[in-house]
């Protein structure tokens, strides 16, 4: 494939394009574990192909590399519609809504998995919104946890690679004055990028967002956003 299966997916962003801030979500390993999860809990469970503990297991593995994918994409789909009615807000993948997701995922599943209230008001909640659940508390489902560490690892990933929708709101920010491109590229280096195609790259948009009707200017910053992304010029993927 030209692209990876979650840029296919999610379009390929970059000057004058656009795409959905999805690409954590659309990487093929969350995709896996959703159709892990939908077989395991609609064909696997109930059919004695595997005893219910291990089906039990499979999901707390599938749901909790999934979860917190779904969550930051979700947050950041909501802020898109937000930035394109006028407001000013940041619709890309960053750090901090990694680390929340992450880490909400985590508490929310120790706490589920060790207490019979809190996994009865979140049966509660989820029934109450159209989501009939049973939650049942198994503090041997916490051996799932490092699923956790896996979604963190591909979201800072995606990060490295300029996160999907981050073009957009530098050149957002660049319209209203406040631009700081560089700046905003920071945490592309810090996931694992190369320092200098980062810095390169900023420059590059820095001159594009002055004249974005240049189309030499376009294609420079389309090629050096190519260099962080392209397969065969991949960045550090050390979590």
């Known amino acids: 494939m030209a692209a990876p299966l979650h840029?296919?997916?999610a379009g390929e962003d970059g000057p004058g394009r656009r795409a959905l801030p999805l690409g954590e979500l659309l990487h093929p390993a969350p995709l896996a574990a959703l159709a892990l999860l939908a077989a395991n809990d609609h064909l696997l469970?109930?059919?004695?192909?595997?005893?219910?503990?291990?089906?039990?297991?499979?999901?707390?593995?599938?749901?909790?590399?999934?979860?917190?994918?779904?969550?930051t994409a979700a947050l950041d789909l909501l802020l898109l519609g937000l930035a394109r009615a006028g407001a000013a807000v940041d619709f890309s993948l960053r750090r901090w809504k990694l680390a929340l997701a992450c880490g909400g995922t985590a508490a929310l599943f120790v706490a589920i998995k060790s207490s019979p209230a809190a996994a009865a008001a979140v049966a509660r909640l989820l029934g109450g919104i159209g989501f009939p659940s049973t939650i049942t508390v198994d503090p041997t489902d916490l051996v799932a946890l490092p699923m956790i560490a896996l979604a963190w690892w591909l979201g800072r990933r995606e990060i490295a690679r300029v996160p999907?929708?981050?073009?957009?709101?530098?050149?957002?920010?660049?319209?209203?004055?406040?631009?700081?491109?560089?700046?905003?590229?920071?945490?592309?280096?810090?996931?694992?990028?190369?320092?200098a195609r980062v810095d390169a790259l900023a420059r590059a948009l820095d001159a594009y967002f002055t004249a974005p009707d240049d189309a030499g200017r376009a294609a420079r910053a389309s090629a050096a956003l190519r260099s962080i992304r392209a397969p065969t010029a991949a960045p550090d993927d050390r979590p």
Request: proline share 3%; aromatic share 4%.
């Open 164 to 195: 999907l929708g981050r073009i957009e709101v530098l050149e957002r920010a660049r319209a209203r004055g406040r631009g700081n491109t560089a700046g905003g590229l920071a945490d592309v280096a810090a996931c694992g990028a190369d320092g």
């Open 7 to 9: 840029r296919i997916l």
């Open 45 to 71: 469970k109930g059919s004695g192909l595997l005893p219910a503990a291990v089906t039990g297991k499979l999901s707390d593995l599938a749901g909790l590399l999934f979860f917190p994918l779904l969550a």
